[in-house]
């Protein structure tokens, strides 16, 4: 986005079907700053995912690999609990035990660490395929119990300069016996296109916030470097414990219809614009009063069904 973008407050045509484009304008006129009924103290809202919607790629499994490859978590008997004993906890804390307290570079090429890498990695992919989306989100965010919060805020800079670097690309994660290996995506990247549109709903005195499955404190780091205001991130929290998080997920936790209730819970209003990528993201688009925009990223036909039944707008994805 240029300088002159920013400044003006304009949609770019960019990547946006045109009667998309064209039914954000009329949205903007309808309801922003310069339209009769504005009222300042209760600005139109809009909702926004993350993960395939506001960025290429999902932030929340890019950290969990991430912490997964480099061992920053807290192996202790709760950690180790976390994973179901039918997926292989034993063998994998095992895997773990055989490299704990050597340095990535000499552990890198190991069995040990391979094993404990994909076994680790292919609990979270099978919860999601046995169990849900919600099973797999949860599994991810609790990952992060045992921590402080001072070290979840180090790790989420780290995680952010490592992805936002990163080729957006594929990587393979070696199998370790009795684990597969498994071909997972690289690297984050904003799309431009919804950078502009964060920037024009504001100029038009929108109040824009991010509904994301992906725990929060990643997607909160994310929002400061694009200077997105990072109280209007909603997502996967813990409780925390003197200055530790627990394993104990706030509710509601915001997946499928918990993303609807906890935006209806901290805003109190429906928002008049919703974007998303995924039938988690359905409650909010249907309860929105206005714009609902379903993003077609090519493997997602149940909600691009409901998008049709419901005469909302298809929005392909935008490109990097």
């Not at 530790?244 to 901290?266: S, Y």
Request: charged share 25%.
């Amino acid at each position: 986005m240029t300088q002159s973008e920013q400044q003006h407050g304009e949609l770019q045509p960019g990547a946006w079907k045109p009667e998309v484009h064209a039914a954000i304008l009329a949205l903007l006129d309808e309801h922003g700053v310069n339209s009769p009924g504005y009222d300042p103290e209760k600005p139109p809202l809009a909702t926004l995912d993350c993960d395939e919607t506001l960025i290429c790629n999902d932030i929340g499994e890019a950290m969990l690999r991430y912490m997964v490859t480099r061992r920053r978590f807290h192996a202790d008997r709760g950690f180790w609990q976390l994973i179901p004993e039918r997926l292989g906890r034993d063998a994998i804390q095992a895997a773990f035990s055989a490299v704990a307290g050597r340095n990535d570079a000499e552990v890198k090429d190991t069995a040990a660490f391979r094993r404990f890498r994909a076994g680790l990695i292919n609990v979270y992919e099978t919860l999601r395929e046995q169990e849900g989306n919600e099973a797999a989100y949860v599994f991810a965010a609790r990952t992060l119990r045992g921590l402080h919060e001072k070290s979840v805020a180090e790790l989420v800079e780290d995680v952010l300069d490592y992805e936002l670097d990163r080729p957006v690309g594929q990587e393979e994660i070696a199998s370790g016996p009795p684990f597969t290996g498994l071909i997972v995506p690289t690297g984050i990247r904003v799309y431009r296109e919804m950078l502009n549109l964060v920037d024009v709903l504001d100029a038009h005195g929108f109040q824009t916030w991010i509904v994301t499955s992906s725990n929060a404190y990643v997607v909160r780091g994310l929002a400061r470097r694009i200077h997105f205001p990072e109280e209007r991130v909603l997502g996967i929290e813990l409780s925390v414990q003197s200055g530790m998080l627990t394993d104990r997920v706030n509710d509601p936790t915001p997946i499928g219809e918990g993303k609807l209730e906890l935006f209806l819970d901290t805003v109190g209003r429906s928002p008049v614009l919703a974007v998303g990528d995924s039938m988690n993201d359905f409650d909010l688009l249907e309860n929105c009063e206005g714009v609902s925009i379903a993003i077609d990223r090519g493997d997602n036909d149940e909600l691009l069904e409901r998008a049709a039944e419901y005469e909302w707008h298809i929005q392909p994805s935008f490109p990097v």
